[in-house]
């Protein structure tokens, strides 16, 4: 069964700062990631997707790596603002017969403050 | 751009009765997941449908049904409602094996 876990669970960290948020998961057999982000109460804003064939996706200040070997990947948090302030969460899609089941990780809080 | 439509956007449900959620997908998607989030849980995995076939089944309890229809909408019936199924419950549409796009959710409260 995969399981995937996020480390830290909580970050706080003042405004300017670079980051790093980790996942590790159980399985490398996986199709790909994906990375979301989730304000309190709110849904799911996909942030990156990584294919299982690819090393690094970047948008904009957010890039994700992923190690499929290791089963891990990072998001790297350039320059942190306040409104970057959310719950992360990666997710990592099977392939084969739970074509699309997305399982996640329970999350990094992230709070940035000024 | 046209997001993941999920209505009612909050329901409130005595226990033993019977709720359906709707799911309207981004236009030319072909796949749609339903995902359960408890109160402080991750999103866990319920059931998926690739052009109207359901294609993948998770912890989904049996008092649960879902299909898709012709027009790729999908509903989630839930019935016999218990105090443990209050929580967020997620629709997600793709485009075969592209990225999962999340609608808002509906948030359920069975008193």
């Known amino acids: 069964k995969q399981e995937v876990t996020q480390i830290p669970a909580a970050l706080s960290v003042p405004e300017g700062e670079n980051l790093v948020l980790n996942c590790s998961f159980t399985d490398s057999a996986i199709y790909n990631l994906q990375w979301f982000r989730q304000d309190p109460g709110k849904g799911l804003t996909s942030l990156l997707l990584?294919?299982?064939?690819?090393r690094e996706q970047t948008s904009g200040r957010l890039n994700a790596s992923l190690d499929k070997s290791s089963g891990r990947s990072t998001l790297y948090i350039a320059a942190s603002q306040p409104g970057d302030s959310a719950t992360y969460l990666c997710a990592v899609w099977a392939g084969g017969t739970s074509y699309g089941k997305l399982t996640f990780g329970q999350g990094t809080i992230l709070t940035v403050h000024p | 751009a046209a997001g993941v439509i999920q209505s009612p956007r909050h329901l409130i449900k005595e226990k033993r009765e019977t709720a359906t959620l709707k799911c309207y997908p981004i236009p030319r998607h072909d796949t749609v997941y339903w995902y359960q989030q408890g109160p402080g849980q991750d999103p866990q995995f319920l059931i998926s449908?690739?052009?109207?076939?359901?294609?993948d089944k998770g912890s989904i309890p049996d008092r649960f049904s879902a299909q898709q229809f012709s027009d790729y909408h999908s509903e989630l019936n839930m019935s016999s409602l218990e105090l443990g199924d209050s929580a967020l419950y997620f629709c997600a549409s793709s485009r075969g094996e592209g990225t999962q796009y999340f609608g808002p959710g509906t948030r359920l409260l069975v008193l």
């Open positions: 990584i294919q299982s064939s690819q």
């Open positions: 449908f690739y052009e109207k076939m359901q294609s």
